[in-house]
């Protein structure tokens, strides 16, 4: 599959935080969820990666063209969606559209009022009066308005009501029902990626810890369950994260061969992508 986002060791160091030499890339067709704990440097990666953040060091090229020798055609080609708020707060939708729209050669009005009349939004309505998920809605009308390749969103269903982010899940499916299109999907509600997600990338403490396919992922991690009786000094190792009470253990494992031979009468079952990602940011 063709590429049209590549970071190589990207470092980018704040007061109190660092980014570690990142390395990953992104391919046409995919979802790509971009997974960690509140403060693994998910925010931060995005911010440096869109020119928002200066990088340190490192480089960054999108569609195969250096970022920062190509900024106006990269961004005319990246829908973004930040969990931050960047409107103007006494303006309304319609004359914040006027402002943003014209940043754009391929700017859809027609586009842009179809995502209008289908999120219930009220163009004369101010900036300031809207709830968390209307203006969620509004930054996701924006980012589809212009013909985006890659649409790269942070955090875009914190503090949502499900129904609203089940919502943002089938807009992201319809998304890339067209050709050509990605997704760059920052969170650490990780339920919302069970279903959308085609890859996933594992960031905790500035570093990347795995990036992998998800059904691949999920397919070599086990969730173990069985009485606390068969932990010992030569099974505890055998898990990534365990859990112990009176009533018995509950681990990830990532080795079943091993752990079938050496434990009888226990439970597998199929992790979830959270449970797999608690694993090795405690572990980390």
Not at 208 to 217: C, Q, S, Y
């Amino acid at each position: 599959m063709k590429k049209i986002l590549e970071v190589n060791n990207l470092k980018k160091e704040l007061e109190n935080f660092r980014l570690d030499k990142l390395d990953f890339s992104l391919e046409e067709g995919c979802i790509t969820g971009f997974i960690g704990t509140n403060g693994s440097g998910k925010t931060t990666a995005i911010k440096t990666i869109l020119g928002l953040y200066p990088k340190d060091d490192g480089k960054i090229s999108f569609f195969g063209k250096d970022m920062e020798k190509n900024e106006s055609f990269i961004k005319n080609r990246v829908g973004i969606v930040l969990d931050e708020g960047y409107f103007y707060e006494e303006m309304t939708l319609k004359e914040m559209k006027s402002v943003i729209a014209p940043a754009y050669t391929d700017w859809d009005e027609s586009i842009f009022l179809k995502y209008i009349k289908r999120f219930d939004l009220n163009i004369n309505q101010k900036i300031a009066t809207l709830s968390k998920g209307m203006r969620m809605k509004f930054a996701i009308t924006l980012a589809l308005s212009h013909h985006a390749d890659l649409l790269i969103m942070d955090e875009p269903t914190s503090g949502l009501d499900p129904l609203i982010r089940n919502e943002l899940m089938e807009i992201l499916l319809n998304f890339m029902e067209e050709e050509g299109k990605s997704v760059f999907f920052s969170t650490h509600i990780t339920s919302d990626l069970e279903k959308v997600a085609d890859r996933l990338i594992l960031i905790d403490k500035g570093r990347i810890i795995f990036n992998e396919g998800k059904d691949e992922l999920l397919d070599r991690h086990f969730l173990v369950k069985g009485d606390s009786r068969l932990i010992n000094e030569h099974t505890r190792p055998l898990f990534l994260r365990l859990n112990e009470t009176a009533f018995g253990f509950e681990g990830i494992t990532d080795k079943r061969l091993i752990v079938q031979e050496q434990m009888k009468d226990i439970v597998f079952e199929r992790p979830s992508i959270e449970q797999v990602m608690l694993a090795y940011v405690r572990e980390e």
